[in-house]
């Protein structure tokens, strides 16, 4: 009698477990994945294949409000569609890491999400060449990262770390701002 409660438990405890590496965001299976841009716009693959247990968010920073894209944590990738242009894309987690953008349109960009130079434990942005995709790493990440899109549980996070999200922002932009090594992915960069 006691077996079955015992047994629900577990079953339960990893359906919860299996969700929770995805902080919110849910598994995409490949053949529903689509990283070929529309005509109007781009697209951008956000990869992060780096290890750790620190989530990392994504976040556009164009036009009056910062908009959402989503969470990655280790063997991730994620797409995301953006209007063509200039942009600045904005990577939260311990810290905050920025990257400027110019996007043409129909064409899609490949963007790692690394960890930060020796000694670093915060992650940045790497944008990455059309002859970067050939390597080690990435092609890995291409052949093997579960692709994953929000949910109202990642949305509803977002709403919630608001201000937090905001005055890591406002910390870290001037910096970065002031660096002149700062990584841009550039319009060349799509194909």
């Not at 311990?94 to 953008?101: E, I, T």
């Not at 770390?161 to 005055?167: D, L, P, T, V």
């Amino acid at each position: 009698m006691t077996k079955t409660p015992v047994a629900a438990l577990l079953v339960v405890g990893v359906l919860l477990g299996g969700c929770y590496p995805l902080r919110g965001m849910r598994a995409v299976p490949v053949e529903q994945v689509s990283v070929s841009a529309p005509a109007d716009q781009a697209a951008v693959v956000f990869m992060r294949w780096t290890g750790g247990s620190i989530s990392t968010s994504l976040f556009e920073l164009h036009g009056p409000q910062d908009r959402f894209i989503g969470i990655l944590v280790a063997d991730s990738r994620m797409v995301y569609v953006a209007a063509p242009g200039r942009t600045r894309f904005m990577l939260v987690g311990q810290s905050a890491n920025f990257m400027d953008a110019d996007l043409v349109a129909g064409k899609t960009y490949h963007v790692g999400i690394v960890l930060g130079s020796l000694g670093e434990r915060q992650f940045v942005f790497r944008p990455l060449r059309p002859d970067d995709l050939y390597q080690r790493d990435v092609k890995r990440c291409a052949d093997s990262c579960t692709w994953v899109a929000n949910t109202e549980r990642s949305e509803a996070w977002a709403r919630t770390q608001w201000s937090s999200i905001q005055r890591k922002k406002e910390r870290y932009l001037p910096g970065w701002e002031g660096r002149t090594d700062r990584p841009a992915l550039l319009a060349t960069d799509g194909r």
